[in-house]
């Protein structure tokens, strides 16, 4: 059974950090990519970034670059998202998900942050940011 478990969220001031976890298991992270969403009140669910375990490609939604960074260790089947420079606006429950290598094409690789190829999801964990 596909399980993942976030954690470390909390609340922080403006210009302060976080790291989140998403620990994983029942897959092969090796052969998966993980991604970070989240969604504020009111608000549709935005990728945030995604980590390919199997080569560490990442990718960032532009709000984030240069503030956020996503990381894998697959020996301890965690992945992470440090999260620096914080804004109010980044307030919302943050999600990790597993996209378990089903798809493929130039628009799937063009496209790595939407949820549609993300089949799992975590529980989700409440980032706060205060100003």
Not at 21 to 46: D, H, M, V
Not at 106 to 129: E, I, K, S
Request: some cysteine.
């Amino acid at each position: 059974e596909v399980q993942l478990v976030e954690s470390g969220g909390g609340l922080v001031q403006a210009g302060g950090s976080l790291r989140l976890s998403c620990a994983a298991s029942g897959f092969t992270l090796e052969n998966s990519t993980i991604g970070w969403f989240r969604q504020a009140p009111g608000k549709e669910r935005e990728g945030v970034s995604c980590i390919s375990s199997s080569d560490g490609s990442t990718y960032y939604t532009d709000s984030v670059k240069g503030r956020f960074t996503i990381s894998s260790d697959n020996a301890k089947k965690t992945v992470y998202l440090q999260m620096n420079s914080l804004k109010p606006e980044d307030t919302a429950v943050y999600y990790c998900a597993a996209d378990l290598g089903k798809y493929g094409g130039t628009y799937y690789y063009a496209h790595r942050l939407l949820d549609l190829w993300y089949d799992d999801w975590g529980q989700g964990t409440q980032v706060t940011v205060s100003s």
